[in-house]
């Protein structure tokens, strides 16, 4: 027995939706066309705190140098939207077709468009670099976003001072916990507490090897690479930023032993 609704049935499946959408609305805006790649990374307020470095993050200032060493032409883009990324992590780097590529896929993009990192002389340049990640990168984000006194020069001031307080407390605790949880995922044995002195003596322990590594030679890895972008970021945001910690007086005192990994940073 036919239903009431059975006449619109039929109706319905007589109409052609193969011209979907039925209504179309323009955009507001269209996206900016680019011709030179775009690497947006953590940057200043509109405030206009300057620095002698376009960043005081790890990442993207490895990412920056990479792109240096590898003489690859960009343009750099200050943000401090980290959502507003594909992926909402930053860097990423921008290409004029619209791809964007984070982090992890820049070298992989350099050695497919022909800017492939000069070749190293180092056959234990993985070594290096994790024990960097594994004990210079975490003093270096924890003395801007975990330590009281980083946080408040750094993270708060020179991140977060745009927005209004409450919102400035909630993104900051969720980036202090983001860079507590990396630590200790990098080194699983301070367990939920973090101590840092702790991390700071593992750094200096780090720069000891560092130090020894670099000898004459002009470059960590013989060859500017992977490695000398890492040491270059950490060692660079450690003198220049402005919070007073035991690394950084370690690095710059006068009779410092660490004198040639600072010239070596600051050349």
């Known amino acids: 027995m036919a239903t009431p609704e059975a006449p619109l049935r039929e109706i319905l499946k007589s109409i052609s939706f193969t011209q979907l959408p039925l209504r179309h609305i323009e955009p507001f805006f269209e996206a900016e066309k680019i011709t030179t790649p775009r690497l947006y990374i953590y940057g200043w307020p509109a405030s206009g705190k300057q620095s002698s470095l376009p960043t ?7 990412v920056l ?3 240096k060493f590898a003489n690859y032409g960009f343009d750099i883009v200050h943000t401090n939207e980290p959502s507003g990324s594909p992926n909402g992590k930053l860097p990423y780097l921008l290409l ?13 993009h350099l050695e497919k468009s022909g800017h492939k990192l000069p070749s190293d002389s180092l056959p234990n340049e993985l070594a290096y670099c994790t024990m960097v990640e594994r004990n210079l990168v975490p003093a270096v984000e924890y003395m801007m976003w975990v330590d009281p006194a980083g946080f408040k020069r750094i993270g708060d001031g020179r991140y977060l001072s745009g927005y209004p ?8 605790w969720f980036r202090a916990s983001d860079v507590a949880h990396d630590v200790q995922v990098r080194q699983p044995e301070y367990g939920t507490a973090l101590d840092g002195e702790a991390l700071s003596e593992n750094a200096l322990r780090a720069l000891d090897s560092l ?24 060692l660079n945001i450690l003198i220049e930023a ?19 990994l600072v010239d070596y940073a600051l050349r």
């Open 56 to 62: 005081y993050d790890t990442e993207c200032l490895r």
């Open 65 to 67: 140098a990479v792109l």
């Open 96 to 108: 004029p077709n619209g791809q964007a590529i984070d982090s992890d896929g820049v070298v992989a």
């Open 165 to 172: 307080g409450l919102v400035r407390y909630v993104l900051g």
């Open 211 to 234: 130090l020894v590594l670099l000898g004459d030679r002009e470059y960590l890895a013989g060859a500017p690479g992977l490695l000398d972008a890492r040491v270059f970021a950490c």
């Open 242 to 260: 402005p919070v007073t910690s035991s690394i950084r007086t370690a690095l710059l005192s006068p009779d410092s032993k660490y004198k040639p």
